[in-house]
């Protein structure tokens, strides 16, 4: 598990594995190879770790991706909602999501460690400028946040459903979800939400990631540290 933010953390909990025994130690990256030379009929063949790292290498320099959907991650994650809500345009990942009608929501929210001023040169984006009066408008931030959650509890105490009760909680209000993605859609969610224009709350998320895969498919995320 890495613990990022304030209250979040993502960790792995499965991966794609062998059946059975095999003939050599295993890793993520020979589930890849094995992928790739079964179109030559040579998948059962034994080679060396630099004809592997080779054939790694080859395939994402060119592209060849569907031998990495091969390999299969799922994670926890708990992060706040709008990080979700960025999260959840990637439609090649399944989500399953803890649901406010079902459970209710402990009072966890996020509140950023620093206020920067709107881009000028990126309409999306934050500028490297902190806002004037940064800790007071943090302290309002928090005040806000905790009433929030406070006028939550009171509605369920006063018989409001929790479907309708958690109308008011803010997007700070921090989720949690299982996720599973293939090896391939995985690098292209950390290409696009690693980037220097991505929200920095989401790609420490993107960073965590990679790190807890790395010791699985070590090769491949070393060809995508270099190739992409």
């Known amino acids: 598990m890495i613990k990022l933010l304030d209250h979040g953390y993502v960790r792995l909990v499965s991966h794609t594995k062998p059946a059975g025994e095999v003939g050599y130690y295993w890793t993520g990256d020979q589930e890849i190879i094995r992928n790739a030379r079964v179109s030559y009929g040579n998948d059962g063949e034994v080679r060396t770790i630099d004809q592997d790292k080779k054939l790694i290498d080859y395939l994402y320099k060119n592209r060849h991706t569907s031998p990495f959907e091969a390999m299969v991650f799922t994670f926890e994650v708990k992060a706040p909602i709008f990080v979700f809500r960025q999260w959840h345009r990637h439609r090649t990942w399944s989500f399953n999501e803890i649901s406010a009608r079902y459970a209710e929501l402990p009072s966890e929210f996020y509140v950023p460690e620093r206020l920067y001023?709107?881009?000028?040169?990126?309409?999306?984006?934050?500028?490297?400028?902190?806002?004037?009066?940064?800790?007071?408008?943090?302290?309002?931030?928090?005040?806000?946040?905790?009433?929030?959650?406070?006028?939550?509890?009171?509605?369920?105490?006063?018989?409001?459903?929790?479907?309708?009760?958690?109308?008011?909680?803010?997007?700070?209000?921090?989720?949690?979800?299982?996720?599973?993605?293939?090896?391939?859609?995985?690098?292209?969610?950390?290409?696009?939400?690693?980037?220097?224009?991505?929200?920095?709350?989401?790609?420490?998320y993107a960073k965590a990631m990679l790190e807890l895969v790395e010791p699985i498919v070590p090769m491949s995320v070393d060809a995508y540290r270099r190739f992409t």
């Open 117 to 204: 001023k709107q881009g000028t040169g990126n309409k999306q984006m934050s500028s490297l400028e902190v806002i004037d009066n940064e800790q007071r408008i943090l302290l309002e931030i928090r005040k806000v946040h905790q009433y929030n959650f406070w006028m939550y509890r009171k509605l369920m105490e006063d018989g409001v459903s929790r479907e309708l009760a958690r109308t008011v909680l803010p997007v700070a209000t921090y989720s949690r979800m299982f996720c599973t993605v293939d090896l391939h859609n995985l690098f292209n969610f950390c290409r696009l939400r690693d980037h220097d224009h991505a929200q920095p709350e989401i790609r420490v």
